[in-house]
């Protein structure tokens, strides 16, 4: 070999490197991986799922996990589903569906809530499990019902029944029914307001737009992408996580329905939804009521390797975050990406994917805004530099909340679904999962394909 083909091979070697990524696997800890997923088609609410029950719903998608994977039930170690709104009557509705998709009594499955990060509490908890050695093998999950949501009796009324179902005589029984008035009757719907502030989300969402001086505009814009994007991974067989569902007394389901590409003149006539009537928030741009459940088979790598598996991705580290839940409520994904990009030692450039939770546009443009202002990060993030802004290539390309759904316990493990399949189609390496949540809390994690 000459000394100048030498050089030329020495170059060839460097420029390889270069382009190929460092895993992120970690020494002495347990690699996670994500076999497959699924998800029942997400529905607008008052739909083809207004007559059942979120454990009918979290049911599909468990047996349409099995039937995606053909993973023999006894296998399972754990289920973990999250959900927002619980049903009173299975309020651990992970295992109430665990028992009606067929999985053995023996296995413990339980709910977590966390708003609209639960399914992704639910994947971490598995993850947790793996990673530590209790559990080899993990279903992780989520599901929302918007349809049927519990309506309570007021307080006083409340009290009045249990007050009369402890009277031992007429006499005090006459005595309490004398007290009931007819604004006992007035019921109490679920709060759609924050419990610490008493202010709505889809507020909080307008005041934040206005904070970061996002158009309504910009907000149509950025809604009409969503649905326009989500109708072409849909009409290309790109949403493959979709199994579907036949409602029981009705016809099968097989995709979501709130896919609906506008015009941006349609948009425009419709009157603000909370700020009125100068807000920009419309129901345009904001995400809608769902109904859907999703599902995932989470394996330690050497168990699904042993099972004759081929994985999907890896779950690589992850972040949890929160902040002030009156001025900051939905800037989770700002403060949750730089911490997670560092903790995994990446940067924004590594990134080929990103999948971020969509609640609002305003919302989601807001922290466009806010992840590239070096004024943010140094006034409000306590960092030297901003974490900068992603990639609109790179961001959503199969569609997002806005269009796609958003059944609140469930879409975590759609976002984690997406970005693993996006990465095996496209050819990418790492991609980052990013939420907002009620309560000012965020989450994000970093999702690496499994090598083909």
Not at 107 to 125: E, G, K, L, R
Not at 234 to 246: H, T
Request: include cysteine.
């Amino acid at each position: 070999m000459t000394l100048v083909s030498g050089w030329l091979l020495y170059g060839w070697i460097i420029a390889v490197q270069t382009k190929t990524k460092k895993t992120l696997a970690k020494p002495n800890i347990r690699n996670v991986v994500v076999v497959d997923g699924v998800r029942t088609p997400f529905l607008l609410s008052g739909t083809s799922y207004k007559d059942l029950m979120p454990h009918d719903l979290a049911r599909a998608a468990l047996t349409g996990l099995l039937h995606r994977t053909s993973v023999p039930k006894e296998v399972v170690d754990y289920i973990i589903f999250g959900t927002v709104i619980q049903e009173v009557k299975t309020s651990n509705v992970a295992r109430e569906a665990a028992l009606g998709a067929g999985f053995s009594d023996k296995t413990p499955a339980h709910t977590v809530t966390m708003a609209c990060i639960s399914a992704n509490q639910a994947m971490t908890t598995g993850v947790g499990l793996i990673a530590s050695g209790q559990c080899d093998v993990i279903v992780a999950g989520g599901v929302e019902l918007m349809s049927d949501v519990p309506i309570r009796h007021s307080r006083k009324m409340r009290k009045l029944m249990l007050d009369l179902n402890k009277a031992k005589s007429m006499g005090q029984r006459l005595s309490l029914i004398s007290k009931f008035r007819f604004n006992f009757l007035a019921p109490e719907l679920p709060a759609v307001s924050e419990f610490s502030t008493s202010e709505t989300m889809g507020h909080s969402a307008d005041r934040l737009a206005a904070a970061f001086a996002v158009s309504r505009l910009e907000q149509d814009e950025y809604a009409l992408r969503s649905h326009s994007l989500a109708k072409k991974a849909q009409d290309e067989g790109l949403l493959s996580d979709v199994v579907p569902f036949k409602v029981p007394g009705k016809d099968t389901v097989t995709k979501d329905n709130g896919i609906r590409p506008s015009s941006l003149e349609q948009m425009a006539k419709l009157k603000p939804a909370f700020i009125k009537p100068y807000g920009t928030v419309t129901a345009a741009n904001s995400s809608f009521l769902t109904d859907g459940a999703s599902a995932m088979l989470i394996m330690a790598e050497e168990k699904a390797l042993a099972m004759g598996y081929k994985p999907k991705a890896y779950l690589r580290d992850f972040m949890y975050v929160s902040q002030d839940p009156k001025d900051q409520l939905l800037l989770g994904p700002t403060y949750a990406t730089p911490k997670v990009l560092e903790k995994a030692g990446l940067t924004m450039n590594d990134i080929d994917a990103f999948e971020f939770h969509e609640a609002f546009s305003g919302q989601i443009l807001a922290n466009f805004k806010a992840m590239d202002s070096d004024w943010f990060a140094e006034n409000y993030m306590g960092r030297k530099t901003k974490v900068g802004l992603p990639p609109l290539e790179k961001f959503n390309n199969w569609g997002g909340s806005l269009s796609l759904g958003h059944p609140f316990g469930a879409t975590g493990c759609r976002l984690v679904m997406a970005a693993a399949n996006r990465l095996q189609k496209e050819g990418g390496q790492y991609g980052l999962v990013a939420a907002c949540a009620a309560g000012g809390q965020g989450h994000a994690m970093i999702v690496e394909a499994y090598p083909k």
